[in-house]
C-alpha cells in the first residue's frame, strides 16, 4: 500500500486503537467499514463515480468490513453501495441513502459511513429500540424529576430569603453567595483538612450559621439601627453580593472544583427515572430540613415568635419579644440553609464562585410567587419553578428554560398579585 | 408598620429590575489583572495610531472563567515570546513591554475593561482573547482604536468574514477544519446517529455546525443538535433531551462546564462506557484532578496544533514552573512573535503597520523560525516567511492561517489525554 497502515478495530463499543498514521497529506481516497451492530459485513460492493457521473473505482469491503477507494484529486465525489451485495438480513438503515455525495478535501481521506441495521429480506429495517412514544415519557418523568431535584434546592434558599424578608424587610440580594460560601466553607474542611464530606457537610452548615449571625449582628444589624433606608440596604446587599463573590473568586479561582467524594457518580435506574444515590440522599437531606423547619415555625416558641416579628414586628414587640433576637436567629438558620443548599447544590453538581448567583434569580422567583414573606408559599413557589424550569425543555429549547419560569412567575402574579400562598395585605 | 402592601410590590418590582442589572454588570473590577511587566515609561508619548517607538503587546487572556485553563499555558506562550524578543534586542532597538489583562469569559464584562485598560497604557497589539464569544465583544473596540487584535485561540469560522479593517488576526485555524476533522472522526468510528451539544455562543454555534456538515456529509446523522446556556444552574433538561434521541456517539462542545455535564451524562446513562464522546479544543484539558480514575476512557478529542516540541515545553516550564496544560502555548507564541517581526519590517510600531506587514511576514520570503534568526534577515532587507511552533503560519488575505494541524487525542484512565495522531488540512477547501 502507497499509504501508511492504518490499523483499527473497534466491535461492540470497545475502544479504537490507532498504531500508526501520519497519513494524510499523501494523496485523496474515500473509505469506510461496515458494520450491522457491531459485525463486520464483508463482500459489499461500493462503486464511486465522480461527480459528472464518470466511473473512479470500485471496492469490496473485506473480512474487516473496511473498503477504500482511491480518488485522482480533490472534489466531490459521488460513493455508490449496491444493496443486491448485502448479505441476507442486512439493510441499509436509510434506504434512500445509497448514494452519497462526498467532499473530498486536498491531502486528506475522507470515511464514508453506510448505516446497516438487521432487516428481513423485503428490506424493512426492524428498529432496534423500543420507538418514539416511550422515549418521550421517560423524558418526561426523567425532567418531572430534576424539577424536583431543583425545586428542593431553590426553596432551601428561598425558605431564608422568605424569613429575612418577612422579618425585616430586606431583600437580601446577596443570598445567593450565602450558598456558594456555605458550599465553600465545606469544600475547605473537605479537601484542605481533609474531613469527609460526611462529617464537613454538618460542620460547614455550623459555621454558616455563625457567618450569617455574624453578618446580622455586626453589619445589618446596625444599619437598621441607624435606619437605614429598606431600598439603600436592597442596593448594599447588591455590593455585598458581589464582595462576597469575588471573594470567592479571589480565594479558590474561577474554575469549577469538585468536592473529594462522591463525583461523577454512575447513574442508577428508579422505574422510568436516571438518578444517582447522592442525587436521592441529597433530596431526602432536603426534605427532611424542610420538614422540620416547616415544624418548628409551626409549633415551637421560637417558630411562633418568628412568625409574629414577621406579621407586625412593633406588636410582637410590645408584647414581649425580643425583636432583635429573633432577627438574628432568622439570619443564622436562614444562612445555615442556604450554606446546606450550597453544599447539596455542590455535590449533585458542581462548585463556582457563580453557583449561587445562577440559582438567586430563581430562588427569587420562587419567593415571589409562593407569596413574599412567607415561608411556606417560597416551599411551594420554588417547587414551581423548579419543576417548570425543567418541564418546559420539553416545548422550549433548554437554553431558554429560566426564561419559561420566569414567564410562570410574570402570568401567576397577573391573577394573583399576592403570590399563590400570599395573604392580601391590608391597607390603612 | 414596615408592611404597607404597595412598598411590597415596589420593593419586588426593585428587586426584579436590579438583579437584572446586576446579571449585566455583574463581573466589575475584582479579580484586577496583575500587570507583570510596569507600564511604558514613555507613556506620555503620542497616541499609539502614530507609534511611541515601543512595541506594547497586551494579553488579554483568561485569568478567570470557563477557560481558565488555557490561561496558563497561554500567557507563558507570550511570555516566552517576549523575553526571547527582548534577549535578542527587541524590536526596533527597544525591549517590548508586556501587559497582562484578563479577559474573564462571556458572562462577565472583564474583557471590555481589559481592553479599556491596554488601550490607555498605548497598547499595539492585543493577543486574545482564547474564547470567540469574549473576542466578539471586544473587536470593535480595538480595532477602531487601530489597534491589532491577535488571537492565539480564536476559532469561530465567524471571524473569517468579521469586517475587522485589515486588523484581526490569529494563529488558531478556523473551525472550519476542526469540525471536519472531528466529523470525520465520527463517522470514522462508526456512529450512524450523532448528538450535539453546545455551548450556545459564536464558538459553540459555530463549530456544531461544522460538525454537523461533516457528519451529514459522510453518511452520519445528526439525531439531536442542543445548544445550552452556560451559566445554567444545571444540565439535566439538556441532556434529558439527548437521552431522549438515543444517539451513538455525543460530540460536547464546551468549555469548563464539562465538568457539570459529563456526570450529569454518566447519570442518565450516556457515560463514556455506553456512547463514544467526543471533546473539543475547548474542553481538551486535564481532568485527573477531577474525576475519580476512569470516568473519561475512552473519550476521543481534536485540538488544532502540531506537538510542542519538548525543548519548547521546556523553555515554557522557565516561564511558568506550575504549567501542565500546552494548549495554544505555541500559537501563543507565534502570535507574539509575529506581532514583533511584522512591527520590524513596517518600521513602527503602530497598530496598522504592524497590521500591513503581518501577512507578508508569514509568508512567502526566505524561510526562518525564530525571532533572532527572522530579525537578521530583516536587517538585510530580505523578505521573510516565518514558520512558527504552531506550523507554517501563512495568513490567508482575511488573516487567518490557511493551513493548520489537528491533534487527535484520547483518555486513559487518569483522565489525562494523549496524542493518537495529528492531521494537516488546508482551511479553503
Not at chain 1, 271 to 278: E, N, S, Y
Not at chain 1, 392 to 399: A, L
Request: contains cysteine.
Amino acid at each position: 500500500m502507497r499509504r501508511a497502515v492504518i490499523a483499527f478495530t473497534a466491535f461492540l463499543g470497545a475502544l479504537f486503537i490507532l498504531l500508526a498514521s501520519p497519513a494524510w497529506a499523501e494523496g485523496e481516497s474515500l473509505r469506510g467499514t461496515l458494520q450491522n451492530q457491531g459485525q463486520p459485513v464483508n463482500g459489499v460492493k461500493i462503486s464511486v463515480t465522480s461527480g459528472d457521473g464518470q466511473p473512479v473505482g470500485e471496492a469490496t469491503s473485506g473480512a474487516d468490513g473496511k473498503w477504500e477507494v482511491q480518488v485522482p484529486a480533490a472534489g466531490s465525489y459521488k460513493v455508490t453501495l449496491d444493496q443486491a451485495t448485502l448479505p441476507a438480513g442486512t439493510v441499509l438503515k436509510f434506504k434512500d441513502r445509497a448514494t452519497l455525495s462526498v467532499q473530498v478535501f486536498e491531502g486528506n481521506y475522507r470515511n464514508v459511513l453506510f448505516a446497516l441495521a438487521s432487516g428481513d429480506a423485503a428490506g424493512v429495517a426492524t428498529p432496534p429500540d423500543g420507538g418514539g412514544s416511550s422515549a418521550f415519557w421517560t423524558r418526561v418523568a426523567q425532567l418531572a424529576f430534576e424539577g424536583l431535584s431543583l425545586g428542593l434546592i431553590i426553596a432551601l434558599g428561598a425558605l431564608g430569603i422568605s424569613l429575612i424578608f418577612g422579618t425585616t424587610g430586606l431583600t437580601n440580594f446577596a443570598h445567593g453567595e450565602l450558598l456558594t460560601v456555605g458550599a465553600f466553607i465545606a469544600f475547605v474542611l473537605n479537601s484542605t483538612f481533609g474531613l469527609h464530606l460526611l462529617i464537613a457537610t454538618p460542620l460547614a452548615v455550623i459555621v454558616a450559621a455563625g457567618f450569617g449571625y455574624g453578618q446580622e449582628r455586626f453589619f445589618w444589624g446596625p444599619l437598621r439601627n441607624r435606619k437605614t433606608g429598606l431600598v439603600s440596604m436592597m442596593i448594599i446587599s447588591i455590593g455585598v453580593a458581589m464582595f462576597l463573590r469575588y471573594l470567592l473568586l479571589f480565594l479558590f479561582g474561577g474554575e469549577n472544583v469538585p468536592y473529594e467524594q462522591y463525583v461523577a457518580q454512575d447513574g442508577i435506574k428508579l422505574g422510568p427515572v436516571f438518578t444517582t444515590p447522592k442525587s436521592l440522599i441529597a433530596m431526602g437531606i432536603e426534605i427532611a430540613v424542610l420538614i422540620a423547619v416547616g415544624l418548628a415555625l409551626t409549633f415551637t416558641r421560637l417558630g411562633k415568635a418568628t412568625r409574629a416579628v414577621s406579621d407586625n414586628p412593633a406588636l410582637a414587640a410590645s408584647s414581649g419579644i425580643n425583636v432583635d433576637r429573633i432577627i438574628r436567629i432568622v439570619w443564622a438558620m436562614g444562612t445555615a440553609v442556604a450554606g446546606l443548599a450550597g453544599i447539596m447544590l455542590g455535590t449533585t453538581q458542581i462548585l463556582n464562585f457563580q453557583m449561587g448567583q445562577q440559582v438567586l434569580l430563581l430562588m427569587f422567583a420562587g419567593v415571589t410567587l409562593g407569596g413574599l414573606g412567607t415561608a411556606f408559599g417560597a416551599l411551594v413557589g420554588s417547587l414551581v419553578v423548579g419543576m417548570f424550569v425543567q418541564i418546559s425543555t420539553i416545548w422550549i429549547p433548554p437554553e431558554l428554560k429560566t426564561v419559561g419560569a420566569l414567564a410562570v412567575l410574570i402570568l401567576v402574579l397577573l391573577v394573583r398579585p399576592q403570590g399563590i400562598l400570599g395573604r392580601r395585605e391590608r391597607i390603612g | 408598620m414596615i408592611r404597607i402592601a404597595p412598598f411590597g410590590r415596589v420593593l419586588a418590582v426593585a428587586a426584579a429590575a436590579s438583579l437584572a442589572l446586576t446579571a449585566c454588570g455583574g463581573g466589575e473590577e475584582t479579580a484586577s489583572p496583575a500587570s507583570s511587566a510596569p507600564a511604558a515609561p514613555a507613556s506620555s508619548a503620542p497616541a499609539a495610531a502614530a507609534g511611541d517607538g515601543v512595541l506594547t503587546v497586551g494579553a488579554l487572556l483568561p485569568q478567570t472563567g470557563d477557560l481558565a485553563f488555557l490561561g496558563p499555558p497561554e500567557f507563558a506562550g507570550v511570555k516566552l515570546a517576549v523575553k526571547e524578543i527582548n534577549e535578542a534586542g527587541g524590536v526596533l532597538g527597544k525591549p517590548v513591554v508586556e501587559i497582562d489583562t484578563d479577559s474573564g469569559d462571556t458572562k462577565t464584562d472583564i474583557a471590555s475593561q481589559s481592553v479599556d485598560k491596554l488601550l490607555q497604557q498605548n497598547t499595539d497589539v492585543v493577543i486574545g482573547a482564547a474564547s470567540s464569544g469574549v473576542s466578539k465583544t471586544v473587536i470593535d473596540k480595538i480595532t477602531n482604536a487601530g489597534v491589532v487584535h491577535f488571537s492565539p485561540a480564536n476559532t469561530s469560522p465567524e471571524f473569517t468574514t468579521y469586517a475587522d479593517k485589515g486588523l484581526y488576526f490569529r494563529t488558531a485555524p478556523s473551525d472550519v477544519l476542526q469540525g471536519r476533522v472531528l466529523g470525520d472522526l465520527i463517522v470514522q468510528d462508526g456512529s450512524d446517529t450523532v448528538a450535539i451539544l453546545n455551548r450556545q455562543d459564536s464558538y459553540g454555534n459555530g463549530l456544531a455546525d461544522e460538525v454537523e456538515k461533516s457528519v451529514s456529509g459522510g453518511g452520519g446523522e445528526i439525531v439531536v443538535k442542543t445548544a445550552y446556556d452556560p451559566a445554567a444552574a444545571d444540565f439535566s433538561a439538556d441532556v434529558a433531551k439527548i437521552k431522549e434521541a438515543n444517539p451513538k456517539a455525543i460530540a460536547l462542545i464546551a468549555f469548563n462546564e464539562t465538568t457539570k455535564i459529563i456526570p450529569e451524562l454518566k447519570k442518565q446513562g450516556l457515560g463514556p462506557d455506553k456512547v463514544k464522546i467526543y471533546f473539543v479544543d475547548g474542553n481538551l484539558a486535564d481532568y485527573s484532578k477531577d474525576f475519580p480514575k476512569g470516568t473519561l476512557e475512552g473519550i476521543k478529542g481534536t485540538l488544532p496544533g502540531a506537538k510542542a516540541p519538548d525543548d519548547f515545553r521546556q523553555k515554557l516550564l522557565s516561564v511558568d514552573p506550575a504549567l501542565t496544560d500546552w494548549s495554544y502555548a505555541p500559537e501563543s507564541y507565534d502570535a507574539t512573535v509575529l506581532s514583533a517581526l511584522a512591527a520590524e519590517a513596517a518600521k513602527s510600531d503602530a497598530g496598522t503597520a504592524v497590521a500591513s506587514k503581518l501577512i507578508d511576514v508569514s509568508k512567502g520570503g526566505e524561510k526562518c523560525t525564530d525571532f533572532a534568526a527572522c530579525l537578521a534577515l530583516l536587517k538585510e532587507g530580505k523578505d521573510i516567511d516565518y514558520d512558527g511552533l504552531s506550523g507554517p503560519v501563512e495568513f490567508s488575505d482575511a488573516g487567518d492561517p490557511s493551513e493548520a494541524t489537528i491533534g487527535i487525542y484520547q483518555y486513559d484512565a487518569e483522565n489525562k489525554y494523549a496524542n493518537i495522531t495529528y492531521l494537516s488540512g488546508k482551511v479553503a477547501g
